[in-house]
């Protein structure tokens, strides 16, 4: 019982050094921000260009995929959270009719797998 208790201190002694060691960690992207579209859509492809090896059409083929992609959730995602903010200023207000109304449409912005 009295050598478990030295180890449990020097185990503790290690572990808190080990950790009290790490640096902070290095910022995402570029500056920690979010990444513009065409910056992630180069990401993306550069990523799969390397795993799946390639060819410069298949290349082209996924950024025209992505681009198009990107292009058709941009209006979504501004209608989205324009609701959500919207639904957010009318809970403070307790306007049920307003809060149903913005319910419903978040509930048909929403892609299906979002809503389990």
């Known amino acids: 019982?009295?050598?478990k208790l030295p180890r449990m201190v020097l185990?503790?002694?290690l572990t808190i050094g080990a950790v009290m060691a790490q640096g902070p960690r290095p910022p995402h992207g570029d500056g920690g921000g979010i990444l513009d579209t065409?910056?992630?859509?180069?990401?993306?492809?550069?990523?799969l260009k390397a795993?799946?090896?390639l060819t410069d059409a298949q290349v082209s083929q996924?950024?025209?995929i992505y681009t198009n992609a990107a292009a058709t959730i941009a209006p979504l995602r501004t209608s989205l959270t324009t609701a959500r903010d919207s639904l957010a200023a009318a809970v403070k207000t307790n306007s049920t009719t307003t809060i149903d109304q913005l319910a419903a449409q978040i509930g048909t912005l929403t892609p299906d797998h979002c809503r389990r």
């Not at 065409?38 to 990523?47: D, G, L, Q």
């Open 62 to 64: 996924a950024t025209t």
């Open 51 to 53: 795993l799946l090896t």
């Open 1 to 3: 019982m009295q050598l």
């Open 38 to 47: 065409a910056t992630s859509i180069e990401r993306r492809i550069a990523f």
């Open 11 to 13: 185990l503790s002694a």
